[in-house]
């Protein structure tokens, strides 16, 4: 069965780092797009980073540009995102999500997420 297991959050001051992971598994990881996606309550799920199936190629929300840094593992099946200088305004649920790169038929799988508070 497919499954992206997110860890690493918790509650964090500002101006903190925190770091998370996805460790994937049930599907073939190498050939599929990973993003970081995170969701405020009520605000719309928005998307924070993306990178390309081999690692080449990373894309950043601008309110995270130069704070975060996202990478991959394709030999260990992970994905982190590094968040550094974290504001009030990054709290929320972050989920990981991968996408198939070959669209059809199209393939989505989403984690369950994790909470990432960032308050003094």
């Known amino acids: 069965q497919v499954q992206l297991v997110e860890s690493g959050g918790g509650l964090v001051q500002p101006g903190g780092s925190l770091i998370l992971s996805c460790a994937a598994s049930?599907?073939?990881?190498?050939?599929?797009?990973m993003s970081w996606y995170r969701q405020a309550p009520g605000k719309e799920r928005e998307l924070v980073a993306q990178i390309t199936s081999t690692g080449g190629s990373t894309k950043y929300a601008d309110s995270v540009k130069g704070r975060f840094t996202m990478s991959r593992d394709n030999d260990k099946n992970m994905v982190y995102l590094q968040m550094n200088s974290l504001q009030p305004e990054d709290t929320a649920v972050y989920y990981c999500?991968?996408?198939?790169?070959?669209?059809?038929?199209?393939?989505?799988?989403w984690g369950q997420g994790t909470q990432v508070t960032v308050s003094s």
């Open positions: 999500n991968a996408a198939r790169e070959i669209l059809v038929p199209r393939r989505v799988y």
């Open positions: 049930g599907f073939t990881f190498s050939t599929y797009a």
